[in-house]
């Protein structure tokens, strides 16, 4: 079965610093999706894409965060500079179509020293 | 806020028995779906009700939405120790952009 896969498994890296996260979606979806988790709360949209552009972004997706879909493949969020409170679980997801089923990738573990 | 919030919080039933979870949301929406997740691990998704649908069945999961109360149910019957798992219910707003919001989730034990 297809699956959204997402590099790296964990990141650690210092306060300040930038940091990129990297996934794959399902090769014919169409809509793609950032989340985050901090451990043990509840799992935070981030930022939807769809057609090269930003289709619906929350508060937490401020002017530090930003995504790219460099080629037909990669999907990232780049973090420009990395605080304390950044560090959670991110995960990428993805869908055929924008409001049904989203398949998510393990995530990415991001600890901000 | 849109999102769906899920109670109870937390949920211990032996082998065996049923499991139902609640889940309530704010604003209209074109469809409410529930998701599980391992610890650690993405979420899974599990069932998908439409707005205009009551209950819906897949396997030992029966999901029901109440649109008037704004409100839904999941159903997990003859629980498993493997079905020990969150649960999250999730909410698209029909607001033409393309935002699945989820609520806090339920921790769902099951005992062998």
């Known amino acids: 079965e297809p699956e959204v896969t997402q590099t790296p498994s964990h990141q650690v890296t210092q306060m300040g610093q930038e940091v990129i996260l990297r996934c794959v979606p399902i090769?014919?979806?169409?809509?793609f999706y950032w989340y985050r988790q901090i451990l043990g709360q509840k799992v935070e949209f981030l930022v939807s894409f769809y057609n090269n552009e930003i289709s619906e972004k929350s508060e937490i997706f401020d002017d530090q965060f930003s995504v790219e879909r460099p080629d037909g493949s990669n999907f990232t969020l780049k973090i420009r500079s990395t605080k304390l409170e950044d560090s959670a679980m991110y995960f990428c997801a993805s869908s055929w179509q924008g409001e049904e089923k989203l398949f998510f990738g393990s995530g990415t573990q991001l600890s901000v020293l | 806020s849109q999102q769906g919030e899920e109670d109870p919080q937390a949920l211990s039933i032996q082998e065996g028995e049923n499991a139902t979870m609640n889940c309530s949301y704010k604003?209209?929406?074109?469809?409410l779906q529930w998701y599980r997740q391992n610890s650690g691990r993405g979420l899974v998704h599990l069932i998908l009700?439409?707005?205009?649908?009551r209950e819906k069945h897949s396997g030992r999961l029966r999901v029901t939405l109440d649109t008037s109360k704004k409100s839904s149910s999941l159903l997990i019957t003859a629980s498993r120790a493997a079905d020990t798992a969150s649960y999250f219910c999730?909410?698209?707003?029909?607001?033409?952009?393309?935002?699945?919001?989820f609520g806090a989730g339920t921790r769902l034990f099951v005992k062998a």
């Open positions: 604003t209209s929406i074109n469809n």
């Open positions: 009700i439409r707005s205009n649908e």
């Open positions: 090769s014919n979806h169409l809509y």
């Open positions: 999730a909410t698209v707003a029909n607001t033409g952009g393309f935002k699945t919001i």
